[in-house]
């Protein structure tokens, strides 16, 4: 059973448009490795030269901010949603 | 405006409704041609000008002339001199944009800015997500201008803060999450309708609106920068934009070179910027808020980053106060200024007690404190909590009764 990523606008251009993507990973960090095979050039939107989550990307699961939980090694199970949000201003 | 760029790797954009950066997510800003501005925008010119923020228009992001909110700012500076007493610090201002047009908070700044670009690009339904103020201004600036507004809050905010915005006929969604889950839900509702989010999609002009709080303390102070300024931290973006209106105004020649110090104020209860300045870091690490001043519950700011970075630059400080240090903190500046602020204005004054009697504000420096909302929107917050009602018949001899068991109680 797969996992669902929900893609941000400005990474749609990566992902022929598609909006939500199905993956089989057992983590995020591994969700990210398998979204770079699919869609070569996303891992460095999302990654910083150190492999770090970038400053102004957010990564949730089920809704949840991974910092949270445990940053790229947080697990995912079947029927998850993962969704990558830029960060935003406040109100 | 000559473009949009990003503030992480320098890329940059035309001039319509988008926010980050497609390579690293890095927030976008407005870029101006600061040679041309100088030759028109002197101090004569601003001055023959109405006074609302519009006067430095050449400053703010929109291309002609700004339909939405053109009464909006230039609002009172006070000389502070009672409260300044209270504070023991020699000079005190408060930048009182409890009184700001037309819905009580500085949130019509940026608000005047950003539905005046949106008409500018062609929306006609804008949006945003907000801890309350924001919503109120989004709420009533568009109804003004005949605009379709959805905003997004918190479903626990303050009664006063939810009828602000219904009363102006805007659709309010009630979100049964804090504010960050509020803008998560934006960000995916800005990439799916096309409407103008003013905090998402419209940031980079929304964001820029905020400017013009410092221009006006500069001019009000007489065409000086203050050597402190202590303003409320949620996503961070009204302290580093202060900042920045301090520096245009320099390098254009408005106001002289000085040093000068950008304080920031959060509560205990939901301070990750405030935490991470303490600790001497330049990140921060989310939190989850809890807190009387919700205005303030951001627990993922957007800009904290950057305004770690502007306290740094300037020598500025951060601390927090806990919830009965902000409903004292109300209360002095009511008791003392007769400026009634909602729960941030009573953490930036409990901010500025702590950073003046640990001596980072010297007692014998100048001081502006932004105070950037009004108290009766968050009526929840104080009440039973500052005084009581004594009830009497109408009648002399009670009332007389009254007086003598005061004056017994403080003899």
Known sequence: MPKKVRIPTPLRKLTNNEELVEVNAATIGEAIAELQRRFPGIQERLLDDTGAVRRFVNVYVNQEDIRFLQNQQTPVKDGDEISIIPAIAGG | ?411
Request: charged share 20%; net charge positive; aromatic share 8%.
């Open chain 2, 1 to 411: 405006m000559k473009a949009l760029k990003c503030r992480e790797c320098g890329r940059e954009y035309p001039l319509t409704a988008t926010h980050v950066c497609e390579f690293d997510f890095g927030p976008l800003e407005v870029v101006y041609d600061y040679n041309r501005i100088k030759q028109s925008l002197i101090r004569p010119v601003i001055q023959s000008r109405p006074q609302t923020m519009w006067r430095y228009r050449e400053l703010l992001p929109v291309a002609g002339e700004p339909t939405v909110g053109f009464q909006v700012g230039f609002t009172p500076l006070i000389k502070a001199d009672r409260l300044a007493r209270r504070l023991g610090v020699r000079e005190l201002w408060v930048k009182n944009d409890t009184v700001n047009y037309p819905s009580l908070s500085f949130k019509d700044r940026v608000v005047s800015v950003a539905l005046s670009r949106a008409r500018e690009l062609g929306f006609t339904t804008v949006a945003c997500a907000s801890t309350g103020n924001l919503a109120n201004s989004v709420a009533a600036n568009a109804a003004a201008a005949g605009l379709k507004a959805y905003v997004f809050i918190p479903a626990d905010l303050e009664q006063g803060k939810v009828v602000n915005s219904l009363v102006y006929g805007a659709e309010v969604i009630g979100i049964k999450g804090h504010y960050d889950e509020v803008n998560r839900l934006c960000a995916e509702i800005a990439g799916k309708y096309g409407w103008a989010f003013v905090n998402v999609n419209m940031r980079p002009y929304y964001a820029e609106g905020s400017k013009s709080m410092g221009f006006e303390i500069i001019e009000q102070l007489g065409w000086r920068v203050p050597q402190h300024t202590v303003v409320p931290m949620a996503s961070g973006s009204l302290l580093t934009k202060v900042q920045k209106s301090y520096q245009e105004f320099t390098k254009l020649g408005l106001a002289p070179e000085t040093t000068y110090h950008v304080h920031g104020a959060q509560a205990t209860g939901c301070a990750p910027i405030s935490t991470a300045q303490k600790a001497g870091l330049d990140f921060f690490k989310p939190v989850k808020p809890n807190t009387i001043a919700k205005s303030l519950a951001i627990g993922t700011p957007a800009d904290g980053f950057y305004a770690l970075k502007v306290m740094k630059e300037t020598g500025g400080a951060a601390d927090d106060v806990t919830d009965e240090e902000v409903r004292e903190g109300i209360r002095w500046l009511a008791e003392c200024e007769g400026v009634f602020a909602e729960t941030a204005g009573g953490v930036t004054v409990g901010v500025a007690k702590k950073l003046i009697v640990s001596g980072r504000i010297p007692a014998n420096d100048s001081v502006v404190l932004c105070v950037t909302g009004n108290g009766l929107k968050t009526l929840d917050a104080v009440v039973g909590q500052v005084g009581r009602t004594r009830e009497i018949k109408p009648s002399l001899r009670e009332f007389e009764a009254l007086l003598a068991h005061e004056d017994r109680v403080t003899a």
